[in-house]
T-cell receptor, first 117, second 116 residues
């Protein structure tokens, strides 16, 4: 299957700093990528849909100024958690949609575990 | 609104036993897609299967099998002769729309623990 690379896998930062997470589709082009958040032992909650060349679409309750998304190319989307606070500590996972395949499946990255001290 | 229910939170089985994970969904769309993903302890989500609403055929892939019952809005997943490597969280997900490429709504997941 298609490969989605997500970096970093883990980050620990001080409160108030900003953290950038990258999501790359390695062997396919993705006009659309998705960003999810997962709390411990919880399900995945969609945060936003990232569209190449246009503004991201955020889910209700997700602060767009807090979670900046940039999708500048067909293989890369970034999520920046600005001025991170302990309540932002979570597991963030991205997915990319491979439009070239008939199944049109979302493939997921390995996730980023963010810990804000 | 779309909704996916996975009632069993944690299931423990002894190795070589079978385990069935239930998934019940709600949608008003006549065209939709159902998915199962596996999330091992490392965290990544591994795609297992995709099924569209017009295809009610059951599917078997190795030790995995899926039973899609549109009449009861269920898409259950069975692991036969479980192995320790099957220990993971399994998510059922629903995507509405004709191409299954829209946002995924996930269930809460089933934590499967296979005891050697």
């Amino acid at each position: 299957g298609a490969v989605v690379s997500q970096h970093p896998s883990r980050v620990i930062c001080k409160s108030g700093t900003s953290v950038k997470i990258e999501c790359r589709s390695l062997d396919f082009q993705a006009t659309t990528m998705f960003w999810y958040r997962q709390f411990p032992k919880q399900s995945l909650m969609l945060m936003a849909t990232s569209n190449e060349g246009s503004k991201a679409t955020y889910e209700q309750g997700v602060e767009k100024d807090k979670f900046l998304i940039n999708h500048a190319s067909l293989t890369l989307s970034t999520l920046t958690v600005t001025s991170a606070h302990p309540e932002d500590s979570s597991f963030y996972i991205c997915s990319a949609r491979d439009l070239a395949t008939p199944e049109n499946i979302q493939y997921f990255g390995a996730g980023t575990r963010l810990s804000v001290l | 609104a779309q909704k996916v229910t996975q009632a069993q939170t944690e299931i423990s089985v002894v190795e070589k036993e079978d385990v069935t994970l239930d998934c019940v969904y709600e949608t008003r769309d006549t065209t939709y897609y159902l998915f199962w993903y596996k999330q091992p302890p490392s965290g990544e989500l591994v795609f297992l299967i995709r099924r569209n609403s017009f295809d009610e055929q059951n599917e078997i892939s190795g030790r995995y099998s899926w039973n899609f019952q549109k009449s009861t809005s269920s898409f259950n997943f069975t692991i036969t002769a479980s192995q320790v490597v099957d220990s993971a969280v399994y998510f059922c997900a629903l995507s509405e729309g004709p191409y299954g490429n829209n946002r995924l709504a996930f269930g809460k997941g089933n934590q499967v623990v296979v005891i050697p």
